[in-house]
């Protein structure tokens, strides 16, 4: 179990990793634009996210 998660997290910091290695400056812009939106776009981001990923695994297992 704890092999897999760690195979789970590196993967993810290789995704994170894309977009500031291949544009910094898009990645830039991206932080700046989420930095002025409001808490709740935040939080329903991050919600939709979650549940996406959730289906994803249950899809995938």
Not at 26 to 34: K, L, Q, V
């Amino acid at each position: 179990m704890w092999n897999e998660l760690l195979i789970a997290l590196a993967l993810v910091m290789v995704i994170e990793g894309f977009l500031p290695f291949l544009s910094p400056g898009a990645m830039r812009n991206m932080m700046r634009a989420a930095s002025e939106m409001d808490d709740r776009s935040l939080r329903i981001g991050g919600l939709v996210s979650m549940i996406l990923g959730v289906i994803m695994l249950y899809i995938v297992n």
